[in-house]
């Protein structure tokens, strides 16, 4: 609890009209895309660092939790207030600060929409790459804090690989700036990129300095579909050998491809096994010997189909079976359980296998899609909440899949982070000595352990 | 001082043979490529990650400092033992353990030549891009540790871009794994990126997982000469608005020209206020096309000469001028200090001005050249060390150096680290919140600071 002291100083320093405490605002707050939800004390919307660096110093004093929100749209529980506390919403931190063309950079506040930064950079010829599903409503202090990939991490890499540098406060109230403002930069530790990635529980971004690219002058879309897991991978990893890296490479088993087919009456092979979602980037010249060499390798890869987009619209048909998948797979069960395991993408035909053979152990449906290129793939282990035992069985197969894909020398998630879902699991992964370093390393940060608590590390309660 | 006993220990834990107290080995691990000078009070040559762990439990016990070491190709001072003890000598982790094919994958010990590293995996059609300028005698586990970057990094990045995972022992003894095998992950803090460029202050890394990617099947060097910084510098800019990264794009100013003319020779137009030296690299097709594109935009950017290279032999002589300009340099004076400083791209004609500048006011050559592409610039003051007054002049040359780079929104070192050479500086970048954050940081890893202690952080006394 907040006491009311202290949401008195709250509102003195931001100004009365940027606390709430109404329960709409609590409802709202309090829940993200996990769908898990809490019940805040409060919600603070702040509009400058040293309001930020305030608030921070009063929660200390105070002794109450402290959690960061972005637009919420993380599928871990990363912005769930699970001890109560004050949300602060970084909303009001919604400009861009400058697009340096001559450098390639943008410095933008944490609340800016990631869909938003890249219509803008895109505007002048510039790229920013990483792209989470989420982009449209995400935002990058969000994605800076997860480290969100998304479909061109294959080639492009993920969010960490475009942040140069940060300005946070830190738990103690501290306004520092870590990183560096050019494109190169190693004077002491990397605090940049331990910042980056962990998920509100050592800083509040109040400003992000981005590395950006040339935009890619075109672009083209493919689909193959295969018989199986097996021919689809071979294919992807002879792709890659031919030295195209696809700016997307993305995959749908059989269960998805079924999925589709049903619910958008869609035309795909009916022997299906596998299907391959193919784009390449870069000028013209190279994109077109691209998609003639990655369509000689699909057909000597035994692809059963072969599709390569004429135009715009062509290429948003081959888009629409990945488009609908998520939505599809609720003919299957009402609900879902969705991880973002990676593996070495060389075991992903046994990946599927164990899949499968989870599938005929628990009789719950699993469907696997994602991004090929890199591993990272989607697992959604399809139930019913509500008929009795299968939120158990559910439980046994997420921690099965967990186990196998530690056995592969995979980990336990590519993109969508620890937050309060995987917490528990977290030790399946990393050793005690490398959660007790971790946890030391946060309270080098919060040593009264204000920020965002009950996140990331095992929990003795929740 | 290590006790006798703890000597005796130590021999105990490798071997006889793999510890020296002998004074040729006390000469040869006490320097490094800084070229001061410190004496150790042994040398240890561990060959397991057990027997690490070993030491650095003794050494915590005892109180003695633990150097780790690569090759000494460090350019700062970071493996000089400035408060003696133990200098622990990976060379007998010089293993390639693996090198995987379907993953673009390599796993290697700390103590492989970076060099030999790129042989192998080029043997198989990969390639791993980091290229800092010792890589024939640096180590992985060196480059690791400073995070070392080097002339493709304008296209490729740096180490930090490259290393996925780590297995490290940490100052308290545990044997840990961080980060993943995998192309992605974010379970947990970054400890994999924390402890690249940490300077061997954090842990001591005995096993680097590192990412590769397909080898370049072409590449061709070009060299275009202009008026002045200015012009080459819009040239660069245009280039890369041309969406071509080059995969070198290295710069000399006027006097590193002038100095390699007259020591080489070489036939170099007489008016020429700066070099660009370019490489690109793809597919065959692309190559010529980039080179084509490049040649236009250097005779509208105004060269005074342009010329691409028709074979390797030509390319050779192209790249003559770069490779000797350091050792031309000592033409102006017997001795130099050299400095890596980065600023903003479009920065650098204000910086060549101000380099001018001081030359003018205190009577000491400058002499810039380096990655132009990154604005990472190898700043070269040059002097005599005997000359009475000379070392105070440069020293009062480097600060007003590192308060302009800053004033730029540059850094201070952009791949050779902060070691000891720096370590009086870094206050003027990082500001007191920022390093005593670090500081607790380095006590989270190394509670009794016996791990590389002096280095990185600005000392009362050395």
Redesign the interface.
């Known amino acids: 609890m907040i006491p009311g002291h202290a949401l008195k100083t709250l509102s003195e320093i931001v100004g009365p009209a940027h606390v709430k405490t109404a329960e709409t605002f609590m409802l709202e707050y309090g829940a993200d895309a996990s769908r898990l939800t809490a019940t805040p004390d409060a919600v603070v919307f702040p509009g400058s660092s040293r309001q930020v660096s305030r608030i921070l110093i009063l929660a200390a004093e105070t002794g109450f939790p402290v959690i960061p929100r972005g637009a919420g749209s993380g599928m871990t529980g990363g912005a769930v207030p699970v001890q109560g506390g004050l949300v602060m919403a970084m909303r009001r931190f919604d400009r861009i600060l400058a697009i ?1 063309q ?4 943008a410095r933008v506040e944490p609340g800016v929409i990631t869909g938003h930064l890249q219509e803008a950079v895109e505007k002048v ?1 510039l790229f920013y790459p990483p792209d989470p599903a989420s982009l449209h409503i995400s935002t990058i202090g969000g994605n800076v804090a ?2 969100a ?1 998304g479909l061109r ?2 080639k492009y ?2 969010t ?2 475009y942040v140069l540098g940060l300005k946070v406060v ?1 738990p103690t109230g ?5 990183g ?12 940049t ?2 910042i ?3 998920e509100g529980t ?1 800083a509040v971004i109040t400003a992000v300095t981005l590395r950006l ?5 075109a672009k083209k879309t493919m689909i193959a579909f295969f018989l199986d897991v097996s021919a689809a991978v071979r294919t992807v ?1 002879a792709i ?4 195209i ?1 696809p700016s997307i490479l993305e995959f749908l088993d059989r269960i998805c491809i079924d999925c589709v087919r049903q619910e958008m009456g869609l035309n795909m092979p009916e022997r299906s096994g596998a299907m391959l979602l193919i784009e390449v980037d870069g ?1 013209e ?2 994109v077109a ?1 691209d998609v003639e060499t990655i369509e000689e390798v699909c057909r000597r890869g035994r692809a059963i189909r072969f599709e390569a987009a004429t135009g715009t619209e062509a290429a948003d048909r081959l888009w629409e079976a990945r488009r609908n998948v998520s939505p599809a797979l609720f003919r299957l069960r009402p609900h879902k359980i969705s991880e973002d395991i ?5 075991r992903m035909p046994a990946l599927s296998a164990f899949l499968d053979a989870l599938t005929a152990a628990h009789g719950l449906p699993i469907a696997a899609f994602g ?1 090929a ?4 793939i989607h697992v959604n282990i399809m139930l019913d909440r509500e008929a009795p035992g299968q939120m158990e069985t559910a439980g046994i197969v997420v921690k099965e899949l967990f186990r196998e894909v530690i056995r592969m ?10 937050g309060i879902t ?1 917490a528990p699991y ?1 030790g399946m ?3 005690p ?3 007790l ?2 946890s ?6 919060d040593p009264k352990g204000i920020l965002n608590p009950g996140k ?1 590390f095992p929990q003795k309660t929740l």
Chains 1, 2 share one sequence.
């Not at 290129?373 to 990272?376: E, F, I, R, S």
Request: net charge negative; aromatic share 4%; with cysteine.
């Open positions: 340096d001559d450098n390639f950079i010829g997860e480290c990939g991490a294959v890499g993920v960490r690989d830190l501290e306004i520092i700036h870590t560096v403002q050019t494109m190169k930069g190693v004077a002491g530790y990397d605090l990129r331990l980056t990635g962990s050592l690219i040339p935009k890619p002058a990893a890659i050998r031919n030295r890296i000028d010249m190279h010997s990676v593996v070495p993408r060389s991004h290129g890199d591993g990272n020398g995979g980990t336990l998630t590519g993109e969508h982070g620890i995987k977290l992964e990393i050793p000595a490398g959660i370093l971790m030391r390393i946060k309270d080098a940060f990331i």
